[in-house]
């Protein structure tokens, strides 16, 4: 084999290009059968699943990377534990587990290496993915009937409204997701409006307290919004599990069903 050569491209053609495509593609996110706010582990498995049902899937991250808290273990450790099922979920996606013959139902996972293979799966079923997209406020129509969220471009909220004041848009959906982990973000904004109460945020680390607890509090807690993941436990106020992934999973998992069951009123 010889040395490659790379193909000449222009870079008139590199911008008109990569502009058509982005708004090609934006108008077909406007709406959507779900939106998940959050591409922590929960959410990107939420998506998976659910565009994998054939369900138009739309992400909202704020940040510019997908994986949320996932790409490292604690303290920088970039290994995590996961618990027994959810082991199935990432070796269904190609990614090792390795069990711990010590611990019953503990396994220890490469966070970087599961985080990019639950971003391409979701990609591969279908998912699309606005990143650097800041929740800022919901759709409620009628008696407060949920019908999507209201965005703006991260860098800009960021800034402040005093340095640059550009004004959100809206993206419509039958669902939506609360992925958000410890903020809980669109439950809170259901509290600002006077329509939930307020998120009292995680309680004190019990680790397998609080996996069964995020499992039993996953679900719709408003019409038309889910909570799964982490968020069900800043939502709930129940215990925080740091590095241990595995309740992370099985919540997305189970979400993207309830979900399924409600849109296809099974």
Not at 67 to 80: P, Q
Not at 121 to 134: I, S
Not at 160 to 185: F, M, R, Y
């Amino acid at each position: 084999m010889g040395k490659p050569r790379p193909a000449p491209l222009q870079e008139r053609d590199i911008t008109r290009q990569i502009a058509r495509e982005y708004y090609k593609e934006f108008d077909q996110l406007i709406e959507s059968d779900i939106i998940i706010v959050g591409a922590g582990p929960s959410g990107l498995l939420c998506a998976h699943d659910l565009a994998a049902m054939g369900f138009r899937t739309l992400i909202v991250e704020q940040s510019l990377a997908l994986g949320g808290g996932f790409w490292h273990g604690g303290y920088l450790m970039n290994k995590a534990t996961i618990c027994a099922p959810a082991n199935e979920i990432l070796e269904e996606i190609g990614v090792p587990c390795k069990k711990v013959k010590e611990c019953e139902g503990m396994f220890i996972v490469d966070p970087p290496h599961a985080t990019g293979a639950l971003i391409t799966a979701a990609y591969r079923a279908g998912a699309k993915v606005l990143n650097l997209t800041k929740v800022v406020d919901l759709i409620l129509r009628r008696d407060g009937v949920l019908e999507g969220v209201v965005v703006n471009n991260t860098t800009a909220e960021m800034a402040g409204h005093d340095i640059i004041h550009v004004d959100p848009i809206a993206l419509e959906s039958k669902i939506v997701v609360d992925a958000t982990g410890h903020d809980a973000i669109v439950v809170d904004l259901l509290h600002k409006r006077n329509l939930y109460k307020a998120v009292p945020g995680n309680g004190a680390m019990w680790v397998a307290r609080s996996e069964e607890d995020v499992m039993e509090g996953t679900g719709e807690v408003y019409p038309n919004c889910f909570v799964i993941g982490l968020a069900v436990s800043a939502v709930h106020g129940t215990p925080r599990m740091g590095p241990a992934f595995g309740s992370m999973l099985l919540s997305g998992r189970y979400g993207a069903e309830l979900i399924k069951k409600k849109l296809k009123q099974e």
